[in-house]
DNA sequence: CTGAAAGCGCTTACAG
DNA sequence: CTGAAAGCGCTTACAG
C-alpha cells in the first residue's frame, strides 16, 4: 500500500504539503502542487479514509435509521437518501429499529463511536432521551417533531382534507375512516384533515382505528363492512390499509368502485399494482428522502441552513377505486 | 473524550495490557484483568473502533449491493441481512447498482478503502474483472456464481417445474409463460424449469419475454391476450410481472381464476395483497439473506467454511389466482 | 505475564 | 509557502 509518506518522497517535499495539496487546505506553491501531482499519479495513491476519520472525526457515512425497510414505504426513502448522498460523497448505513428505543438508541450510540458523520430518522422517539443532546446531526423524516431537529414532512392534514374531499365530490353518503395508530404524529394529521373536511360536510362517518398492517386492516375492513352495508366511501390513512380495505370488499363481493369507493394515503408504487389501482393521496417520498438528505449533509458540513421544517406538498392520484366526480 | 491510555493510568498498567484484555488476547494476570476492569468502569471507557480499524484494518461494517431496493424483492433480503448482521455485531452499508457495472465497481472500490469486511452482492455482474481477484470476502445471493464466490440460491429451477405442474393440474390448456430477462440467471433457470415440466406434456405454450417490471408485463400480457384469446394458464417468473398479468386480465375483463389462472415466483408479500391473491412459488427470502450473511461473516472470521453453495428450497403457495385441482 | 516502543496513515498547529 | 513534530487512539511484535 503506497501511503503519503511514499508520495512526499517522490515528489520531494513532506507529507505536510502532500495532505495540504489533497485536502486543498493552507497554501502550496504552484511547483509542489505539480509534484505531488505528478507523484499521486504515479505511484496511484489512494487517500486512506480510515487514517483521515481518526483525524477529522468524519466518516462521510451517514446513518438512516426507519422502523422496517420491508414496510412499502420506506424502500423509496431509502432509495432517494442513497442517491443522494451518493451525489455528495456520501454512504449510508440502514438500521431497521422496529419502532424499539433500544433498538435506536443501541445504533446511534455505536455508530456514533464509529464516526459516522449523522442520521436521518423516522421515528416516534425522538423526544426519547438519547436524542435530547445527540453531538450530531440530526434530520428527521415524516415524523415527530423535536424543537432542535429539522423536520421533512408531507402536509398530512391538508392531504387528508384532499382525500376526504374527493370522496365527498363523488358521492359518498357514508364515510369510513381508516385512523391510523395513535401514537403515530402523521395519523394524528391524517385524522385531523379528515376531521376539517367532514365536520361541516353533514355526511354520515366512521372512525376505526386501524395499524398501518394489510391483514389486521383486512380483517377489521371485512368486519366493519358486513355490520354496516351502507358504507360507500373509505379513506384508509395509509396505502397498505387501503389494500386491506380493497381486499375485504372484494371478498364480501362488494363491486369497487360501484358500491364502494376507497382512496388511501402515500402513494407507494403497490397501489397501482391494484385492481382496479388504488386512488390515493400521494406524497412524494423520494423528494422528502432526497431533502432530508440534502438538508443533513449541509448541516455536516456546516453549511448555514436557512429552514427548519420542510413540508412537501401530497397529490392526489386518482385511479380506479373511485368513481368520476358528480356533476 | 476518555482513552485507553487514560485507563492505563488509572489502572496502573500499561496500555499494552489494557489492549490485551479489552481483546482478550494474550495473557492477562487475574489481578491486572480486575484492575483494568475497574478503571474501565470508572471511566465509562469505551474503545474508539476507529482508531482500533486503523490498525486492524476491520471495520465490522459489511456492504449489501442491490439493483435497486424499490424491487420489492429486496426490502425483504435486507432486512435479513441486517438482523443477521446485527446479531454478529455487524451493520450495513446499503448500495443500490441499477444493475450499473460502473456504479458496483466505485462502491466496492470506496467501501474497500474504507476496510469494509465485505460483500453480499447480488447482481449480474459477478464475472466482471473487478470482481474477478478482489481482495475481500464476498458472497453472491440469488444470482450468477463466479467459481471463487460462495452463493446463496433458490432452486429455481426446480422451483419453475412446480409452478408449471400447479398449472397442469389445474386444467391449464394453453400456457403462457412469463420470461424474465436473458441476461438473468435465475430467469434461465426458471425457463429450463418450465420446459422440463411442458415438453413433455403436450400442452400448447407460448413463451414471451418479460422485465421483472410491473407496468411493461401488464402491456405485454394485454396485447397478448387481446390475440390469443384461448390462454387459460400464465406462469410468469417474477411476482411483480404476474402482478401485471393480473391487472391486464382484470381490464380486459378476463375472470381469474375462471377463465385464466396465474401463478407468479418470488413470494414478495404483495402477493396477498392482490385481488385474488397471487398463487406463487415462493422463495424464502429472508432466509436466503440470512444465510448470505452469516457465511459472509464466517469468512470475514476466518471460520472455516463448508459449503460453497447454498440452495435454499422454494415452496408452491395456493392462493386465489388458481382453482382446486382438478380431480 | 508485562511494558516500551513502533506502527497503522493521516491532519494540523506551529515556527520559520 | 513549507517542514518537523505531535497527535488522532488503538494494536502488536518483541524483549524481558
Redesign the pocket.
Given at each position: 500500500?503506497?501511503?503519503?509518506?511514499?508520495?512526499?518522497k517522490k515528489a520531494?517535499?513532506?507529507?505536510?504539503?502532500?495532505?495540504?495539496y489533497?485536502?486543498d487546505?493552507?497554501?502550496?506553491?504552484?511547483?509542489?502542487?505539480r509534484a505531488v501531482a505528478d507523484a499521486v499519479k504515479e505511484l496511484k495513491?489512494?487517500?486512506?479514509p480510515?487514517?483521515?476519520s481518526?483525524?477529522?472525526k468524519k466518516t462521510n457515512i451517514i446513518g438512516l435509521i426507519v422502523p422496517d425497510i420491508t414496510n412499502p414505504f420506506f424502500p423509496e426513502l431509502a432509495r432517494a437518501v442513497e442517491d443522494v448522498a451518493l451525489t455528495y460523497g456520501y454512504t449510508v448505513i440502514l438500521c431497521n429499529s422496529d419502532e424499539n428505543p433500544e433498538k435506536e438508541k443501541n445504533y446511534i450510540e455505536t455508530l456514533r463511536k464509529k464516526y459516522i458523520d449523522g442520521f436521518i430518522v423516522t421515528s416516534n422517539q425522538l423526544d426519547a432521551p438519547h436524542y435530547a443532546n445527540i453531538p450530531l446531526p440530526i434530520v428527521a423524516l415524516d415524523r415527530a417533531i423535536n424543537a432542535n431537529i429539522p423536520t421533512v414532512a408531507s402536509n398530512n392534514r391538508e392531504g387528508a382534507g384532499i382525500g376526504t374531499r374527493a370522496l365527498l365530490e363523488r358521492g359518498c353518503k357514508k364515510i369510513l375512516f381508516l385512523r391510523g395508530p395513535e401514537e403515530l404524529n402523521p395519523a394524528n394529521d391524517r385524522y385531523e384533515g379528515f376531521m376539517d373536511v367532514i365536520r361541516h360536510s353533514g355526511i354520515e362517518h366512521h372512525v376505526a382505528i386501524c395499524p398501518f398492517h394489510f391483514t389486521e386492516s383486512e380483517k377489521i375492513v371485512e368486519s366493519i363492512l358486513q355490520e354496516q352495508k351502507d358504507i360507500d366511501g373509505i379513506f384508509a390513512s395509509s396505502d397498505v390499509s387501503a389494500a386491506g380495505a380493497l381486499k375485504a370488499a372484494n371478498t364480501l363481493g362488494i363491486s369497487v368502485p360501484d358500491e364502494l369507493q376507497i382512496v388511501g394515503f402515500d402513494g407507494i408504487a403497490m397501489g397501482e399494482m391494484l385492481s382496479p389501482g388504488l386512488t390515493t393521496v400521494a406524497q412524494d417520498i423520494y423528494k422528502m428522502g432526497a431533502i432530508a438528505t440534502r438538508v443533513l449533509i449541509k448541516r455536516i458540513e456546516n453549511q448555514t441552513e436557512e429552514q427548519h421544517f420542510y413540508e412537501v406538498p401530497v397529490e392526489l392520484k386518482i385511479r380506479g377505486t373511485t368513481r368520476s366526480v358528480e356533476e
Amino acid at each position: 500500500m503506497t501511503t503519503i509518506r511514499d508520495v512526499a518522497k517522490k515528489a520531494g517535499v513532506s507529507v505536510a504539503t502532500v495532505s495540504r495539496y489533497l485536502n486543498d487546505s493552507g497554501y502550496v506553491s504552484g511547483e509542489a502542487a505539480r509534484a505531488v501531482a505528478d507523484a499521486v499519479k504515479e505511484l496511484k495513491y489512494e487517500l486512506n479514509p480510515v487514517a483521515r476519520s481518526l483525524n477529522t472525526k468524519k466518516t462521510n457515512i451517514i446513518g438512516l435509521i426507519v422502523p422496517d425497510i420491508t414496510n412499502p414505504f420506506f424502500p423509496e426513502l431509502a432509495r432517494a437518501v442513497e442517491d443522494v448522498a451518493l451525489t455528495y460523497g456520501y454512504t449510508v448505513i440502514l438500521c431497521n429499529s422496529d419502532e424499539n428505543p433500544e433498538k435506536e438508541k443501541n445504533y446511534i450510540e455505536t455508530l456514533r463511536k464509529k464516526y459516522i458523520d449523522g442520521f436521518i430518522v423516522t421515528s416516534n422517539q425522538l423526544d426519547a432521551p438519547h436524542y435530547a443532546n445527540i453531538p450530531l446531526p440530526i434530520v428527521a423524516l415524516d415524523r415527530a417533531i423535536n424543537a432542535n431537529i429539522p423536520t421533512v414532512a408531507s402536509n398530512n392534514r391538508e392531504g387528508a382534507g384532499i382525500g376526504t374531499r374527493a370522496l365527498l365530490e363523488r358521492g359518498c353518503k357514508k364515510i369510513l375512516f381508516l385512523r391510523g395508530p395513535e401514537e403515530l404524529n402523521p395519523a394524528n394529521d391524517r385524522y385531523e384533515g379528515f376531521m376539517d373536511v367532514i365536520r361541516h360536510s353533514g355526511i354520515e362517518h366512521h372512525v376505526a382505528i386501524c395499524p398501518f398492517h394489510f391483514t389486521e386492516s383486512e380483517k377489521i375492513v371485512e368486519s366493519i363492512l358486513q355490520e354496516q352495508k351502507d358504507i360507500d366511501g373509505i379513506f384508509a390513512s395509509s396505502d397498505v390499509s387501503a389494500a386491506g380495505a380493497l381486499k375485504a370488499a372484494n371478498t364480501l363481493g362488494i363491486s369497487v368502485p360501484d358500491e364502494l369507493q376507497i382512496v388511501g394515503f402515500d402513494g407507494i408504487a403497490m397501489g397501482e399494482m391494484l385492481s382496479p389501482g388504488l386512488t390515493t393521496v400521494a406524497q412524494d417520498i423520494y423528494k422528502m428522502g432526497a431533502i432530508a438528505t440534502r438538508v443533513l449533509i449541509k448541516r455536516i458540513e456546516n453549511q448555514t441552513e436557512e429552514q427548519h421544517f420542510y413540508e412537501v406538498p401530497v397529490e392526489l392520484k386518482i385511479r380506479g377505486t373511485t368513481r368520476s366526480v358528480e356533476e
